[in-house]
């Protein structure tokens, strides 16, 4: 999983919460990548930050938020707004030429 | 918007076996990339080719490009009980920043 971290493995969101899925690096990238990834499914982008301070949506932000103050670190925040938020987020920072992922959050719904 | 699409979607083989599993995408590229994913963990790079690339080895591994046909394939050659996972192909399309679009895998289930 290279030197990215995420945390927590497990969490659990009750109904009109809001969550946020933490995800460091230090490999020292500046891009960094959010995916949602559901059962027998492929990898969808929610969010991706190219530098500090800027980041743009991908194909499935709605109900999602993100910030990036800090090269290291690109947190997800799962907001109320997001009606099936069910699923396992991968986090993941680019090198040159390849992406190195997180070992994953499984976001569950009380 | 999903480009690159694995085929076929699951395999069962015996140890020993070789596996191929073939990818497809649409749009012109400047990479292809072989992910590997174990059951409830991150993605872990295999390999990359390039376009001007038609054909790349990494131990086991040997995987393939065709850009007029717009496919790879990964050939997992000995298969062992350990290279039961899934595996996705992400393409980079030409231009513009890096974001990979990934398939929706192959499940390879290697019977010891």
């Known amino acids: 999983d290279g030197g990215i971290t995420q945390s927590p493995k497990y969490l659990f969101r009750k109904e009109g919460q809001n969550v946020t899925l933490s995800c460091e690096q230090n490999?020292?990238?500046?891009?960094m990548y959010w995916y949602r990834q559901d059962p027998g499914q492929g990898l969808r982008l929610i969010y991706y930050?190219?530098?500090?301070?800027?980041?743009q949506k991908g194909d499935i932000a709605e109900g999602y938020s993100v910030s990036r103050e800090k090269k290291e670190s690109f947190p997800l925040t799962v907001t109320s707004a997001q009606k099936n938020p069910t699923a396992f987020y991968l986090c993941?920072?680019?090198?040159?030429?390849?992406?190195?992922f997180g070992p994953g959050t499984r976001l569950l719904v009380l | 918007s999903q480009q690159g699409e694995e085929d076929p979607q699951a395999l069962s083989i015996q140890e020993g076996e070789n596996a191929t599993m073939n990818c497809s995408y649409k749009?012109?590229?400047?990479?292809l990339q072989w992910y590997r994913q174990n059951s409830g963990r991150g993605l872990v790079h295999l390999i990359l080719?390039?376009?001007?690339?038609r054909e790349k080895h990494s131990g086991r591994l040997r995987v393939t490009l065709d850009t007029s046909k717009k496919s790879s394939s990964l050939l997992i050659t000995a298969s062992r009980a350990a290279d039961t996972a899934s595996y996705f192909c992400?393409?980079?399309?030409?231009?513009?920043?890096?974001?990979?679009?990934f398939g929706r895998g192959t499940s390879l289930i290697v019977h010891p």
């Open positions: 490999l020292n990238h500046d891009a």
């Open positions: 992400a393409t980079d399309a030409s231009g513009g920043s890096y974001i990979p679009t």
């Open positions: 749009t012109s590229i400047n990479n």
């Open positions: 080719i390039r376009s001007n690339e």
């Open positions: 993941a920072s680019k090198g040159q030429e390849t992406q190195y």
């Open positions: 930050s190219q530098i500090v301070n800027d980041f």
